[in-house]
């Protein structure tokens, strides 16, 4: 089953493909072409061979409904060998598919897996060369207004790095209210799990500030804690909320029996320790192992 670290910016780009190039921009520092409009193309990379061979994202960026680059998105956890002739047929079936350059990024968590995917991959009559982009290497942005300009990659970027810095973190809320209604929940979940405690903890406290208008249930339920006594009943609700997008997010079914046992919780340590374990099982049974 992928995990958060997987699927959390692959998640984001299936929300707003032109994430794809703006993440690519910021690996290979180079123009991309004139493009109008982007979006999602089909992973499936097939051929006559039995072998099943599966994009984990792929975004076509148009000029007047003609291609003009393809960007093929890998987050690439560890090592993986086998990416040396699995990566080449995604290349070349899509540039068959669409006629057009196929740029193939990378996005790696460490600096040892970024040198090895960085190696060009020799073909026998060419070569493929993977465009590696270290997660944690991608400038927090500080800036509020450039984080309602970008507010993906000012989430990724949050989430990819020690967050130690708190201007990024005091920009994050700018970026959550640019985004649309519909994922900004899921986001906030993503940012939460992903942000080690003391960030998680420091973001807290200035989204409960009332300094900033949330759109979302969750959203009040999760900062705004506190403030009176039916809050900490709110709080319980709006991190069982979070745990069941998560699961749902990750592709996981949530019986009714596990949603119940969720959603009747009001121990806010035990809430916290699902929310942990809701990024890796594979089940949502799993949450309640011992």
Not at 84 to 100: D, G, H, I, N, Q
Not at 153 to 158: E, K, N
Request: glycine letters at 4%.
């Amino acid at each position: 089953m992928p995990s958060l670290e997987h699927e959390f910016p692959l998640d984001i780009i299936r929300h707003r493909p032109e994430v794809a190039v703006e993440l690519l921009e910021a690996a290979q520092q180079v123009p991309v072409p004139k493009y109008s409009r982007t979006r999602c193309e089909s992973g499936d990379a097939t051929t006559t061979a039995a072998t099943e061979y599966r994009i984990d994202s792929a975004v076509v960026c148009e000029e007047d409904d003609v291609p003009q680059m393809a960007i093929i998105v890998e987050n690439q956890l560890k090592k993986d060998e086998e990416k040396e002739f699995s990566w080449p047929v995604y290349v070349s079936t899509l540039r068959a598919r669409l006629r057009c350059p196929v740029k193939l990024l990378v996005l790696v968590p460490k600096a040892s897996v970024c040198q090895w995917c960085a190696t060009p991959i020799d073909l026998g009559c060419g070569e493929v060369r993977p465009v590696p982009l270290l997660m944690g290497s991608i400038p927090p942005i500080t800036d509020p207004e450039q984080a309602r300009a970008h507010p993906e990659l000012a989430i990724i970027a949050a989430a990819h790095n020690d967050a130690r810095d708190r201007a990024a973190l005091d920009a994050l809320p700018a970026a959550l209210e640019a985004i649309d209604q519909s994922v900004t929940s899921l986001y906030s979940d993503y940012v939460l799990a992903a942000l080690p405690r003391a960030a998680r903890k420091y973001l807290e406290e200035i989204m409960g500030t009332g300094t900033y208008e949330y759109k979302t249930r969750l959203f009040r339920r999760s900062f705004q804690d506190g403030r009176d006594a039916g809050m900490a009943v709110g709080k319980a609700e709006g991190k069982a909320e979070g745990i069941i997008t998560f699961l749902r997010a990750r592709g996981i079914e949530v019986t009714e029996d596990a949603r119940e046992r969720i959603t009747s919780c009001t121990d806010i340590d035990l809430l916290d320790t699902w929310v942990r374990r809701a990024a890796t099982v594979s089940s949502a049974e799993e949450l309640f192992d011992d």
